[in-house]
Nanobody, 121 residues
Framework: EVQLVESGGGVVQAGGSLRLSCAAS????????IGWFRQAPGKEREGLSC????????YYADSVKGRFTMSSDNAKNTVYLQMNSLKPEDTAVYYC??????????????WGQGTQVTVSS
């Protein structure tokens, strides 16, 4: 069974921190391109951080650079997003994504169900 599950969201005060987890099953997360996204009500999905398969370091959107950090634990087949200095504008549903285009041309594209992050002022 192929599954991608986010967890770790919640309600925090501005300036607080959360660590989101993205746990994969049925495939090896490290073989895939991985990204974190968020979507607030009435707004389009925003990319936050990503790393390519075999990449040495993640890339971050300007809106979160210096505050958010992506990391991984291959033994747990899990990717994390450490979020510090949270702001009310960070309030959104956060999603992780894993995708891979194989040599055959087939595209594997997996999304989690999302986890809600609410930052109060």
């Amino acid at each position: 069974e192929v599954q991608l599950v986010e967890s770790g969201g919640g309600v925090v005060q501005a300036g607080g921190s959360l660590r989101l987890s993205c746990a994969a099953s049925g495939f090896t997360l490290d073989d895939y391109n991985i990204g974190w996204f968020r979507q607030a009500p009435g707004k389009e999905r925003e990319g936050l951080s990503c790393i390519s398969s075999g990449g040495v370091r993640p890339y971050y959107a300007d809106s979160v650079k210096g505050r958010f950090t992506m990391s991984s634990d291959n033994a747990k087949n899990t990717v994390y997003l450490q979020m510090n200095s949270l702001k009310p504008e960070d309030t959104a549903v956060y999603y992780c994504n894993a995708d891979l285009v194989v040599l055959s041309g087939n595209w594997h594209d997996y999304w989690g169900q999302g986890t809600q992050v609410t930052v109060s002022s």
